[in-house]
């Protein structure tokens, strides 16, 4: 190897060296789902310093992204014709996030720039769905909006341009709220360090999402056994309704 690629490798260390370090956690790892479950609070919190140890010496926002896990996805359209809503226009996506919430330190149209924010999906504007098949941009946009909105209104997307609070440049803090109708499964924290218009660090952390006692009992067997189990679902359904008769009966 050359003086020249010894110098620019050096050179080229030295320069990802001045980027700072995020120190990223969250008050729970695991959040147990069991019978009566309302919903909880995640506090996403941390600290950016030099490669030193050192507070970062210069001004930047936090961006917090929470993603739950994706699945593949349908939408339809509906549409009113002679009084009656019927289904009109349809799209599947391959992979759609069960649940997203974006929160900032300023709104992101002050942070980054649309090419970023698309980059990183800051945002729910940003929001990447991959669809299957050819679709019309224009439609896929429409789609998006769509999905967007119906699960906003369900509280499974949500996004907070004044989520975030940055203590001192140093710490920052941001609570996401997980409703009771969150999807079991690992949820992905990215938490994005900007400067400038530029990302200059990320760092990511884990989050479980699990159902406990008989909730889990029942999920485990609806999946594992599900002609069981929709034998067991038939059964107490003919019980209650014959109990239900026999009751009637007597008054």
Known sequence: ??????????????????????????????????????????????????????????????????????????????????????????????????YFAVASSRPISEIVDERTAAIYELGLDYLQLSPIGSIDPAEQARFTRGLVEMRGREGLYREDPKGVSISEQVLYQARIALPSNVQTGRYTAETFAIARGRVIASASAEVEVHKRGFERLVADYAQNDSFLYGLVAVALSLAMGWLAHRLFAFI
């Open 1 to 98: 190897m050359t003086r020249v690629a010894l110098a620019l490798l050096a050179f080229m260390a030295l320069v990802g060296a001045r980027d700072p370090i995020l120190v990223p956690e969250v008050s729970q790892h695991e959040v147990q789902v069991r019978q009566g479950f309302i919903g909880t609070e995640l506090l996403l919190f941390g600290a950016i310093l030099e490669p030193d140890g050192r507070r970062a010496g210069r001004d930047y926002d936090i961006v917090v992204v929470l993603k739950g896990p994706t699945d593949p996805i349908r939408l339809r359209e509906k549409q009113k014709i002679l009084g009656i809503w019927i289904n009109a226009d349809s799209t599947a996506f391959r992979s759609a996030p069960s």
